[in-house]
């Protein structure tokens, strides 16, 4: 009985993240289109707000291709794979109370986040296309290598708010948020979270002038946007995940629930708004420029303040986390 209710209690925050995906695509295109001095989509539907699913529908309904060369199975597995980690990630997220609420969930979420790396690898791998394996080891090398950064700065929100509990770091935050006193942290930390979710000025997996679509070239139809949604979801989860650790998460628990989300919403709007405006503004790194900022800038950094953080809790008497 208890799985039949999570089950539905998954499902119940299932279509409201797919429909948001779906408009966060029509927003992009949108806000794109303003910073650019043009309309965006604005002919399907009033506005353009059936466009998203003009383009969901055309991208199912398309003829799943797959290279005779391919490996038939991982090369299908691999998008399933990576939207099943995407949406498993939303049951740890404290909006009003989480599908699976542990001690350590910080540390579950650090574990299935980084599984993510097996699905591109595996799809740039089975597709049997140079460009393909090429796109998938460059994502890898990135995102293991801000997830680095990314550990380091939560194992120092860890040690201030002594929880690995989601919930619990919410709480901490009731009367001000890590954003203010961490505020060089929670920089190193949006930029991390650009890379991670391989957005520009970081998406060095999609450059159209060296390797054409990165890791996932070679698909097509249904599988395609299965890659499509899982990206777009993992840029409200990271969002979501970074107004949890740094903007004080939803409002208290004894707060009106309508209220307590449309406060979460807009501090997740807000970052999401964020991440499309420095696509709009900055141009594409340099790969040697990407990995020397994550191990010459970001990591020496990261670990400087993991320390400065152990040392002010040591001396302040402050108790340190336990498993």
């Avoid at 591109?120 to 680095?148: C, D, F, H, M, P």
């Avoid at 001000?176 to 060095?204: G, M």
């Avoid at 777009?232 to 209220?259: C, D, K, Q, W």
């Amino acid at each position: 009985m208890v799985i039949i209710f999570k089950t539905i209690e998954f499902l119940s925050f299932l279509v409201p993240v797919l429909l948001a995906v779906a408009f966060l695509t029509l927003v992009e295109r949108k806000v794109l289109g303003y910073m650019q001095f043009r309309k965006g989509p604005n002919v399907v539907g009033p506005y353009g707000l059936l466009q998203p699913f003009a383009d969901g529908l055309k991208l199912f309904i398309k003829e799943t291709l797959k290279p005779s060369t391919a490996s038939p199975y991982l090369f299908f597995f691999s998008p399933v794979l990576f939207i099943f980690l995407a949406l498993t990630l939303w049951s740890f997220m404290p909006v009003k109370t989480p599908t699976i609420n542990l001690q350590l969930s910080l540390l579950l979420i650090i574990g299935i986040s980084s599984l993510s790396v097996y699905a591109l690898l595996g799809s740039g791998w089975a597709s049997n296309s140079k460009y393909s394996l090429l796109g998938a080891i460059r994502a890898v090398a990135q995102t293991i290598s801000y997830e680095i950064s990314l550990g380091l700065i939560l194992l120092s929100i860890i040690i201030i708010s002594s929880s690995f509990n989601l919930s619990y770091i919410v709480n901490v935050q009731e009367f001000s948020w890590f954003a203010l006193s961490c505020l060089p942290l929670f920089f190193v930390w949006f930029v991390s979270t650009l890379a991670e979710t391989n957005r520009a000025p970081f998406d060095l997996t999609e450059g159209e002038s060296e390797i054409v679509s990165g890791y996932n070239v070679e698909y097509a139809g249904g599988p395609f946007a299965l890659f499509f949604i899982a990206e777009y979801a993992n840029i409200i989860i990271m969002n979501l995940f970074s107004v949890t650790l740094f903007l004080g998460g939803p409002s208290p628990v004894n707060e009106i629930f309508p209220l307590n989300i449309l406060i979460i919403g807009v501090k997740t709007t807000f970052l999401v708004l964020l991440f499309l405006w420095v696509r709009a503004a900055y141009p594409r790194f340099r790969y040697d420029q990407l990995m020397f900022l994550t191990w010459k800038s970001y990591l020496p950094f990261t670990i400087g303040a993991l320390c400065s953080v152990i040392a002010i809790s040591i001396l302040t008497g402050t108790s340190l986390p336990l498993f």
